[in-house]
């Protein structure tokens, strides 16, 4: 595969991502990254061989893939360094959660090799140090290619993923964001306001002292990056905020139903929700 | 403890209690469900040793303690029965996920002998297939005394609790509500409505083929007994529906942050709730 490659944003999904390809490859890895103390990190656990915290330096290491793992809202920034920085030849692409415009932005400064990708795969862990070899194997890679998109240059990203053993899927970047706005960006929606409200309720007991098994599963992701998932509200607020619309309204009839004491009402709602719940697993 | 112990409702709440008391002490265990299905299941995994649909049927099997482990809005008719069938000394107690009024009404009707329980543990399972013997263990029980509740009643059931391994705990009855109402019922209910959005976006797209690790992690509890929850929803309304405002409120306040562009609204937003979330753990 590649011989050279660089990762943008040395952090935990980066850092996985590296250690994956490490695995499988006989390779150099270039990491860029704007905190010298991950990059500190990343050499001491041999993450990456390289690093620098300027993307000009890939002009000495002169990479064949450029992997971008920084939150979404740096990219075309980082797209417009990679131009100046990378040969003509070398693909880019990323692990970002949002694509639709983003995908035709990077496009208009990178050309036809950039290679949109998102891995469904992830936690609410932070930091290269919680990097892990395994994070995507079996997982759905979603591919999101555009007309323009070098055939070469995606069969390529394709293959990649393929080799590190995730099940990979081609999709529409629009479609892409309007699918994971709701299934992915809204639950962590709303998983954040559901802290908030327990914070709120708290003025009058401290309720974080009574955390059930389930409340913890259900609010793990609310423990992810801010930064991250500030930059996926921002870049797919359209889909997320129709998503969240919608929830607001699927809650609001509950509400009602619970309001009047609608007993055969809920009992309907609540045996919707779970019979279709239970046929996702 | 209790030779004779009685179980109303032999599902996967009152099978794992029974599963529970049995390994530790030598007793006689008799189940009472309005499913016979569910009492040949039982008898056959031995989890009880007899059964009957009709709670009458206890006054030949004469037990030390009831347990009570049906939907909660089941409980003042079975109070009810219970009061012809089972001799004076007999305590009550339950496992019920709501308390406040309800254990007012359960007084009024059986008298001072009834003790409220509340065990926080449980999954989105049902039935007495699934029962399991640990399921209790080192997780808190809420014991929900009144002032009336007679001493020796809360003590035997409260030792009852720490034998099986439960991190006894006293709250008053209406506190009990507003807690659980907040930290177990809102995030039920959020959870039964983010499937309902999910199926109703799914009119453009069907969603459901889409589930990530965080999804299924975040909707598991959806796939809850509908009757139960529907009966908690129905007796703990006024606090489930307080809990719900506010978190409508602070999914607005996300959505108003996101509709703005409000990038450092939205990042203030997140990093509290992250810093919040990981105070849990």
Request: glycine share 8%; with cysteine.
């Amino acid at each position: 595969m590649f011989e050279k490659i660089a990762v943008i944003g040395v952090g935990f999904m980066g850092g996985s991502f590296a250690l994956a390809y490490r695995e499988l490859f006989d390779c150099k890895i270039f990491g860029v990254d704007i905190k010298p103390e991950a990059l500190r990190k990343a050499k001491d656990l041999r993450i990456i061989d390289e690093g620098s915290t300027r993307i000009e330096d890939l002009r000495i290491f002169e990479p064949h893939l450029v992997i971008m793992a920084t939150p979404v809202r740096t990219f075309p920034s980082i797209a417009k360094g990679l131009r100046l920085s990378i040969a003509q030849g070398c693909i880019v692409s990323d692990l970002g959660s949002v694509k639709g415009d983003l995908v035709y932005r990077m496009e208009e400064i990178l050309g036809n090799r950039f290679v949109g990708g998102h891995p469904i795969a992830g936690t609410e862990k932070a930091g290269v140090e919680h990097a892990t070899r395994n994070l995507f194997k079996d997982k759905r890679f979603i591919l999101t290619p555009t007309p323009n998109t070098d055939p070469q240059a995606k069969e390529s990203v394709k293959k990649l993923w393929e080799r590190i053993g995730s099940l990979v899927e081609e999709m529409d970047p629009h479609l892409h964001d309007f699918v994971f706005g709701a299934v992915s960006h809204l639950p962590h929606a709303v998983a954040f306001a559901l802290i908030h409200t327990i914070d709120e309720l708290s003025k009058e007991v401290n309720l974080f002292k009574y955390p059930g098994a389930g409340f913890k599963d259900f609010t793990r992701i609310a423990a992810s990056d801010p930064i991250m998932w500030r930059d996926i509200f921002m870049e797919n607020s359209k889909e997320v905020l129709k998503a969240m619309s919608v929830f607001a309204e699927s809650l609001a009839k509950l509400k009602g139903l619970i309001e009047t004491g609608n007993e055969k009402g809920i009992e309907e709602y609540l045996r919707h929700a779970s019979s279709k719940r239970k046929g996702i697993d």
